[in-house]
């Protein structure tokens, strides 16, 4: 299973040709995509989705949050603050949650590298 970040949905959606919109493809067509929950909910965030399109989303496997998690997340948000970055909280809810299931990252988002430096964030470049 691999998660795709929010950035390479509206991609897709938007009809955009690029590496990381023929991957979602491609996972899609096999079955292999996981959803992040607040991709899902960043998605759902656009009031103009087609209902379609929402049911779709909704129809594909979560990424499950773990017990702690939420504490997990200050954590390394926390640390990353120590290091003189400034994380989005939203990015971080997504790094933590593809660090705890093992799950391989597709983004176009660079600020995602610097995850990297302080967990085992896979990312697929």
Known sequence: MICFDTCVWIAYFGGEESREVELLDYHLKIHAVIMHPVVL????????MPEGIRGSLLSLPEIKLLDGFWARVGRLRGQMR???MTPKLADTLIAQGCIESNTPLVTRDHAFQRFQRFDSLHLVT
Do not use: C, K, P, Y
């Open 41 to 48: 909910a960043e998605l759902f965030s656009d009031a103009e």
């Open 82 to 84: 120590a290091a003189q």
